[in-house]
């Protein structure tokens, strides 16, 4: 596999502290030494001073400078463009992380299941936008619950039947719930029909005693990774345009449109042109992944550079005996195994796999950078930084390679 | 896609209460009204007596009628071959399934590292192999505090070097630590080359004053996948050759072969063969997955039905509106990206997928068995179990469909 020299060079210099070394005399930190220490100092963004070479391997870690920087270009872009940045936490599930997008401009924070929701509120969070239609009697009553207590949280419906299912449970528990109408884009994956049928739910829920209509939502899951920012724009442009007619129906019903949100970090420059889109749904920029460098950007046809490789996995190489290649400890239980395969930063000639469960491979190509002895670490750019980041319980919060805070990934396998 | 007939009867068949149903009066558990049910009654194994059913979804379930036969088919086969068996935990992270192991013959423990040792040991399993070597200094100091308070705890190594350090960190410690050479199948991946090389690293462990030589290992992971009893058979006891031979050679060195442990699920009744070896480091046929099944066994060449599909997660359908195909709330983070795809157990001419992160998407073929509607529950074999396991903090050990006991998957992502 080659690569195009800008990909590479971006690969290589992106974020901070792009060499990779380790320090002479490493001592070495376990997971819950970390936390515990964490704790004892205070809490969270509490200095912790440690080197990040120190962590035991696999870990997970988010590289604060660039984390920040990525927040400030997306608040900075939306602004200038009239809309807002409603951020979605199933990429982080961190409270933490929620808590920075909140303090610097985001109108919300979306999240994916209840239980998400849940856990942000236990931290603190209480502007919150479940993306995810409820269908069954125990989800709704869990949503009711938490309703009663959150009055930031609204909701979705995409059919008729669930709407008064809505309804009747919020009269149950003796609150008016927030609820958006989730509108399809042409997937077909969630949503109801845009148009009339999307008018008529929309008008339902504005009419049913338990509910309150705050707008619609449309997430075009489809477009985010389309390659080429013309390609990703004209399309995204297209399927959204069904939405963006539905809320002038809305509009002329005298429907609340004040809620009309969409879009993520592949079309986040792209989705304000779409009349009456109030906000974008935006994940994965907080960390970038190799699956969004590949799409390629507005300015360069091959690197989304718009964001920083913010989020990296530390891993240790275990077994260095064998000619062209090595096995490091971080597969596919610390990775995933989604492709593009996670990336060496810092380095070139490799291509690093994570298809064992519990090993990683590495391959030298014949220009390898340099290649690695036993104890030796390195630092992978994530493949798909949301299932990834769903396999810890904490990450490393470091800049310039020091460990400043452990921050628990609370709601780490909440799926329901 | 297409499914040979016999392939489709044993999916649909398998395991018990093949019948997808729902109750009509479905009241519903969140898994954390569940863990503290099972608590207050007195932790696990106690029965709980609800429908699987009730549960809220994602949920991963473990059928206890499949479970048990799968442990005795496997305990029942090795033991009239004369080995033992030695189940890898990595499989299933669980303390209760190790106990129920470990109760019903098998030798002792495998797992895949020390954090997975350090949380099993705490529950009280103190036959523990770790299969992995560890290389850095704080991985090696863990393991050897383990091995202070656990003297069935026995670790691998692979290189001098390697043996070097942990001897000294054994004489640190004050303890006498127990190692097995891992010795390399023809993989690569990790271990030591088989021959004079293994041999000389055997006779530096046996010298080195802080440990002591317990034989060797050689996990052959190339093979246990491949498809076809025959192919399969051929090419395990080649690749097991050299390792066998090996063997010999620590024997005529006067070195101790106590353990000589290999093998895994696909060829647990095929390895035996190998001259000296003691046991099967088994995993998957706990659970048995989709990816497993289409290996085909000594009996069948399309199906491998040794053992019993007994692991399945338990997903919603949100969304029906659209003809030829429903999305459900169990996607990649609920049941990985592993192929196979997930199954839907007791149905036909069904396509799962679980490309998304959130959601799981069923495409319906021209024969399929039914459709879904809104809010109707169904079961999905595992693709495969390893990976699925680590996504989830319990598992519902369910009955004829009433749950039994809900597990702690208490090594979920111990991936250090």
Known sequence: ????????????????????????????????????????????????????????????VVDLDALEANIATMQRTVTSNGIASRPHAKTHKCPAIARMQLETGSVGICVAKVSEAQVLFDHGID??????????????????????????????????????????AAEAAGVVADVVVDVDPGGHRTGITPGVPAL????????????RLR??????GGSQHVKGFEARQAQTLERLAAAAETRERFQRSGLNTEIFSGG???????????????????GSYVFMDAQYIDIGGADDP??????????????????????GRATTDAGAKACTINRPWSRIKGESGMIYTSGSDEFG???YEADASRTYAVGDKLELIV??????????DQMYAVRNGIVEAVWAIAARGRST
Chains 1, 2 share one sequence.
């Open 215 to 220: 707008g619609m939502l449309c997430y075009d």
């Open 302 to 323: 091959d690197v989304y550079s718009d964001f920083q490789p913010a989020l990296t996995i530390l891993a240790t190489v275990l077994n260095a005996q064998y000619a």
């Open 1 to 60: 596999m080659t690569m195009p020299f800008s990909r590479r060079h971006f690969l290589q210099t992106a974020g901070a502290g792009a060499a990779v070394w380790v320090p002479s005399a490493v001592h070495g930190y376990t997971g819950a030494e970390m936390a515990r220490r964490a704790e004892q100092s205070g809490g969270e963004l509490t200095p912790l001073g440690l080197s990040m070479w120190d962590l035991d391997t696999p870990a997970l």
């Open 200 to 211: 008529e739910l929309a008008q339902l829920v504005d009419r049913l005693p338990g509910l």
């Open 361 to 363: 491979s590495i391959r």
């Open 127 to 168: 502007k919150l936008l479940l993306t995810t239609s409820n269908v069954t009697p125990l989800k709704i009553r869990r949503a009711m619950g938490l309703r009663k207590w959150c009055d930031g949280f609204v909701q979705t419906t995409d059919t008729a039947a669930n709407a008064r299912d809505l309804s009747a």
């Open 264 to 282: 993520g970090t592949g079309t986040y420059n792209i989705d304000h042109q779409t009349p009456g889109l109030t906000d974008v749904q935006v």
């Open 383 to 392: 493949s798909h930084c949301d299932p990834v980041v769903n396999l810890y």
